[in-house]
């Protein structure tokens, strides 16, 4: 015999606040201003850093339970998330992280037996944005760094802000230059 489960049920459980780590977060989000807003398009700069910088990324994250929000929005929660994870112990490169971000903030599965064949439809392009935004936010204890080749050395490599790494790369490739002026 198949059981179904009313309306009822359903909407009892929707109206429960969620717990865990994010339950002093989700009793102050009301109050809290809006973060600024940063341009989560999948037009990321992110793709503009070398291969090693992208494989090299990781983060430093306080406990959750000392983080206390300043704003609301995609980008605190995914502050939170990543802290959460940090806490758990789990050990995710950048491009999982950007993945699983990716699907759980945008839709459009990047990740699994779902992927297109084109390989344009499975780079976590908003993803990687959310993940530039994390560390422009600055929220409280969440860092990503990169390895970027040193400017004396090639074959060395420094460990450097992903916020600064981006700021190297992205006024030459943003067309902001006086040289790409046709007027």
Known sequence: MVTTTT???LTAGAIQPLGGPFAHYFAEAPTLPDEPEFGISGDTPMLLLPMVSLATLRYVAAPVASMHPQTRGIVTEA????AHWRWQ??????????EQLQDLYFG??????RRSLDPYRRIPRKGLDLIRAVDALGCEGIEWYCDVASASDWRRFQTVRLRDALAQIAPANTGGSPANNNG
Do not use: Q, Y
């Not at 050990?91 to 999982?96: E, G, P, S």
């Open 108 to 113: 459009g599965r990047t990740a699994g037996h």
């Open 7 to 9: 309306n009822r049920s």
């Open 79 to 82: 502050s939170l998330r990543l």
């Open 89 to 98: 112990g789990r050990k995710r490169t950048a491009w999982f992280i950007a």
